[in-house]
Each structure stands twice: as C-alpha cells, then as structure tokens.
C-alpha cells in the first residue's frame, strides 16, 4: 500500500510539472518601491516595452519544455525568470516562450538569454541585453545601454546616452543615436548614422560605414575589414584610424581644420584629395608618410595601416 501510494504522488507531481509546458502567462506586479528588473528567458522571443505605469505586467506562453516562471519582488528588484530544466537535451526544435514584458519605462533592465530574440524599446534608465543565437531591436532607449549578441544581429534606432553595441557573428546597424557610441563586431559589418559626438568602432573581418555629424571623437580600427566614413570634424576634433588589411576612406567637410598625419606599412598607399600634398615613400622599405595641415589646424587626424590605402576625402 505505501508503495502504490508513492507511486500515485509521483506520477501527480510529473503531471503537475508537464502542465507548465506551454503555459499561458497573464500576471501582473505593482512596482512601487522598485528600481531594478532582471529577465531571464532561455530561448524564444521576448518583447519588452516601457510605459508610464507603476506596475509590471508579464504576457504570452511559456516554452514548451518550461517548469514555470517565477515572478517576483525581492527588495528593489523584480526578478522574472522562466524555468527551465537542467538537462542540456531539450530538443531545440520546439518552440520556446513567446512573452510580451510591460514595466516602468524609469527602472533599469537587464535581460540574459540564450537562442532569444529580444525587442525593447521606450526605456529611460540603463538597459542591458546578453544574449547568444539571438537578435536584438532596440529602439527609444536611454542612459547607458549595452546590447550583446552572439550568432546574431543588431538593429537599434533612437537610442541616446552612452551607447555600446557588440555582436559576434553578426551585423550591427544604428540609427539616429546622439551622446557616446562604441561598436564592436566579429565576422560582422557595422552601418550607423549617428548624431553621436563621440564614436568608437571596431571591427574584425567586417566593414564599417558611418555617417555622421559633428564629431569631437572618433576612433576606427579594423582587421581585415574596410572603413567608409563621412563625417563633420568639430572644432578641436581628434580622429584615430588604424587598419590591418584593410583600406580606409574618410570623407571631411571641405572647410576641415586639422592636421593630418598618416602613416603607411608593408605595401600601404597614402592617397590626399583635401590638398596638394603628396605621400612620401621610404627610400628602402615598403612605407610611405603624409603629413599635412588645413585651416588653423586646431583638430587633429592620424592614421595608420598594413597592407591597406588611407585615403582623405571632401564629401
């Protein structure tokens, strides 16, 4: 009898266990009192909106393998997380959550995921999104931002503040930021038109293509990749380049005050279409230099490459 009796508790909770899978979410939170939020989801697809509510709501359906979700305040934090089991052997064909998240678009977020796609947008605090085979869209977001994604793109507009965007096997296109923007890619092209002051981008074995306006700061480093930049040099700007394999194509406007010091290794080219000034070439060695100046000279642009071309342009 004890055992028949185990048995039966056994078999009810695996039933009350499978009844998750799948599950449909409408749960609702107050967020008084709350500054912070963290959401977890494994893979699936996951949207997350600010609005002006004092109030957390969670949307949609559970994965197909899940074991729940929790949902919760712990002192300043709402923590939503959606349970999955330990084994590693799922079956990743099946499908996994489908959540619409609403909070409060002043708390801070920072989501973790692996094979999510993330949406999120209209956020004014810091945002931070960490996920692997997944894309990111992220739009109307504030205050510091950092977005990661391994195996998949990038797509953000409007975004504003300090800005860091960094994609592993993808690509990353950027739209209307303004404040400070840093851009890293691996096996991926960057694209942004940006009304950033500040621009730091990077990448390996990926292009870069940047528009952009009033510059204080810009820094481009590629490794075999191209640059292709048109940009306004503010007053007292600083430019930094460097290339590995790869060329560099910077168009200034025709009334750009800097001097220019550019430098070419193993083979590279020097070409200047703002003045009349000429590359020098070494007389033993692969290499070549070009110095210059325009204006009162009051910014500053250096330059250097293996095996690739620098070449200074006038949009």
Known sequence: MRISRWMVSLVFVGFAMQSFAGEKINQSLSANGVSNITIENLRGEVTIIGWDKEEVIVKGEL??????LIFEQKGSTIAI??????????????????????????????????????????????TEIKTVSGEINATDLNDYIELATVSGSIHSH?????????SVSGDIKDVDSTGRLQLKSVSGSIESTSKANEVFANTVSGDIDLNLAGVDELTISTVSGDADSRLFLNE???????SVSGDLDMYFQADVQASFKLNANAGGDLI??????KAKHAKYGPSAKLYFKTGNANGSVRASTVSGTVKILSK
Do not use: Y
């Open 81 to 126: 997380k959606v349970k999955m089991p330990r084994s590693s052997h799922w079956g990743w064909s099946d499908k996994g959550s489908e959540l619409t998240i609403k909070i409060p678009k002043n708390l801070r977020m920072k989501f973790t995921g692996v094979s999510s796609d993330v949406s999120v947008k209209n956020l004014l605090k810091s």
């Open 272 to 277: 200047n279409k703002l003045t009349s000034a």
């Open 158 to 166: 409007d975004l504003s503040g300090k800005v860091q965007l960094i």
């Open 63 to 68: 994965d197909n393998k899940a074991r729940g």
């Open 236 to 242: 007292n700007g600083l430019v930094k380049l460097s």
